[in-house]
């Protein structure tokens, strides 16, 4: 049988709020809890993280300021450690789906870490969640500034790496697969041979632009619009506290972050996190597209293509025994999709959240692009660890098939003419004979000469007979 919570009565300047005894947050915090009840998503752990780091930096670089007081700030740099660390994380309870700049998130982080901070005195030193811990800052720079912190800590610890490790694994397979030749396939059609290894190179460079991509647009997230407070003049703020700061925001996390060259603009668009979210996109459509061959070059076993003998990690069915299904790529083909949707959401933000000196879309764009990168290098890591690593080429298959395609009669044409290779092509289809035995028996070459035309692994390469 549930039990009531039991409750105490915080004050904020609306009046009076019923908090949960327990609970660190306090009266504005509870109001976004009451007036949000929208759904189960919160902001990510390195979005709470960043929040926290963001409190500690300021606390003292206000005390250096004399803004706020030795003692106060050591105990707002020890909450808001706590934060950072994660050892407070159930009590930041605000919804998603809130106030456009984040200022309920801001408050859920002031109201936590003050009463935190307090209690760390044991009562003794009242600390407050505006005037001390939000000093020189407004939700309005403090949030998107955790975005990009959170984003490019995200992108460079976990994302590019990531990508590194598929890029690597493809290469090998690359590397590994460069004497196979395998018959090429256009518009889902038999085309000229390809060695697998050459397939695979593809894929690889692929993934490798996906990183110079990321490490392209990452300028535009080092950018942070700390100091602009409400509409990024900077009023309520010293003049060297967004420098000082950021500072201490780039020796704690060994990134590159700098003051927005223009606080309107970091305030009032979210343009680096439209952009960013777009390299995300691209980057899951070539994830789909590595994923989406790798399955269908490895369908059958028996009746589809079956070039490729993927890793077998689970029994694909309940009712059909011995079915193996490529389940590792289906999952990113699932985290692919739901990256270009989280890229929609954030187009969305950017462009409808944009409105005269703030962007009000804040928390859901943050919410998905964190998702997307976080999703994207999970989801690699997996499909490099579980899938490419173990892949296992089917040679005699391969072979089969290269020798089948009727497109190698392109070789011939150049001697022979189109037309005429056209024709073996036909016939060779028509009577379902390889086209190298039609081309003997029409006698167009001398067989030494055909049989050196006909090299498949020599049509791999650039260059005429």
């Known amino acids: 049988m549930a039990t009531k919570q039991e409750m105490r009565t915080e004050k904020d300047s609306m009046g009076e709020m019923q908090v949960p005894v327990g609970a660190y947050y306090a009266a ?30 300021a606390a003292k670089v206000n005390a250096g300021l004399g ?10 740099q020890k909450a808001a450690a706590e934060v950072e660390s994660g050892a407070l994380d159930a009590h930041f309870v ?3 789906f809130q106030t456009g700049s984040g200022t309920s998130s801001n408050m859920n982080a002031n109201e936590v870490i003050a009463n935190r901070a307090k209690e760390l005195s044991s009562g003794n030193v009242a600390v407050h969640p505006n005037d ?3 000093n020189s800052q407004s939700s309005n720079d403090v949030i998107p500034t955790a975005i990009h912190i959170a984003l490019a800590k995200e992108l460079t610890a976990d994302l590019i790496p990531a990508l590194g490790m598929l890029e690597k694994a493809l290469a090998q397979k690359a590397e590994e697969f460069s004497d196979i030749v395998k018959t090429g396939r256009t518009h889902l059609q038999d085309a000229t041979p390809i060695t697998l290894g050459q397939e695979f190179s593809g894929y690889a460079r692929q993934v490798q632009l996906g990183i110079e991509r990321v490490k392209r647009s990452l300028p535009s997230i080092y950018e942070l619009p700390l100091g602009g407070t409400a509409v990024g003049t900077g009023l309520n703020t010293h003049p060297d506290f967004a420098r000082k700061v950021i500072a201490e925001l780039s020796e704690r996390t060994g990134l590159p972050f700098a003051e927005a060259a223009n606080h309107f603009e970091a305030q009032a668009a ?53 079915k193996v299904n490529p389940v590792i790529a289906e999952s990113l083909l ?43 290098a999970a989801g690699a890591r997996n499909f490099a660890a579980k899938c490419v690593s173990g892949i296992e080429p089917n040679r005699e298959r391969l072979a089969e098939l290269a020798e089948a395609s009727i497109a190698n009669c392109t070789a011939l044409a150049p001697i022979i003419g189109y037309d005429k290779a056209a024709q073996l092509a036909k016939t060779a289809f028509k009577t379902g004979k390889p086209l190298r035995q039609v081309a003997i028996e029409e006698q167009v070459l001398p067989e030494d000469e055909l049989a050196k035309v006909l090299d498949l692994l020599r049509m791999t390469k650039p260059g005429l007979v």
């Open 94 to 96: 605000v919804d998603i």
């Open 67 to 76: 803004l706020v007081d030795g003692e106060r700030a050591d105990l707002i």
């Open 28 to 57: 504005q915090t509870q109001r976004a809890v009451e007036n949000f009840p929208i759904s189960a998503l919160r902001f990510p752990r390195s979005m709470i993280a960043a929040l926290g780091l963001i409190k500690g930096c």
């Open 270 to 322: 979210k343009d680096g996190l439209v952009e960013m979210s777009g390299q995300l996109k691209t980057i899951a459509c070539s994830l789909a597209k590595i994923a989406n061959d790798i399955r269908w070059l490895g369908s059958g076993p028996r009746c589809g293509i079956g070039e490729l003998q993927l890793p077998e990690v689970q029994p694909g069915s309940s009712i059909m025994p011995g």
């Open 132 to 134: 001390h811990v939000n």
């Open 334 to 376: 699932m985290v692919c999709a739901q990256v270009v949707g989280n890229d929609a959401a954030v187009n969305m933000g950017g462009y409808l959240g944009s409105t005269f000196e703030l962007n009000v879309a804040m928390p859901v764009m943050a919410y998905n692009i964190l998702q997307a990168s976080e999703l994207l």
